[in-house]
């Protein structure tokens, strides 16, 4: 996908103009992209659009008008932009229970290792590569930024309307499985074969 860029944000004045609009779109957009994996775990897939709704609400509630911080707004945001033959998404540990934050997510050390999450077709699966900086030893963040390199050959099987598409957790102490739905198997093959 390709970056965004100044041209692609709309001014604080046309923004507030259509921010209703450009807010409603974002949201069924984003319910399309959004899924939960077990009770404790929700993936966004994230495009160009999802993005540039974040950039555009950023800049909004922080008032920033300066070209070098939008800027730095933007490239914060393409870095999590799914570059060719990629999906991206936010993963969050939901947890509403503030009594337990800290045990729940304690519970999730080492979440963010090597096949932990998967997205699967038929006897495929595709792991996740997690963004570094999100857990320490003793620590782990609610929310992490993850990529999947999506080879061709599951692109393939993806399209085929009677496979199976799903995403996987299996975690020493979470394990989950939620069926992907049409409409967000749609927005997986736009995004793979844009």
Known sequence: MNPLTPSDLLSH???EAQRAT???ETIALKKRRRIE???LVTLVF???QTLLFQVQEMIRAERIFEPSKIQDELDVYNAL??????LSATVMIEITAQERI???LDSFQRFDRPNTLALTVKEQAVFADFEAGHSKEDKISAVHFVRFMVPPAFVNVLGEDESHAGIRITHENY???ANVPPAMREEWLKDLRA
Request: without cysteine; neutral net charge; glycine residues 8%.
């Open 13 to 15: 004045e046309e923004y």
């Open 81 to 86: 932009l799914p570059r060719t033959g990629e």
């Open 102 to 104: 800290k045990e729940i």
């Open 175 to 177: 394990k989950a499985e």
């Open 37 to 39: 994996v077990g009770p």
């Open 22 to 24: 450009f807010r409603r």
């Open 46 to 48: 994230e495009n160009r």
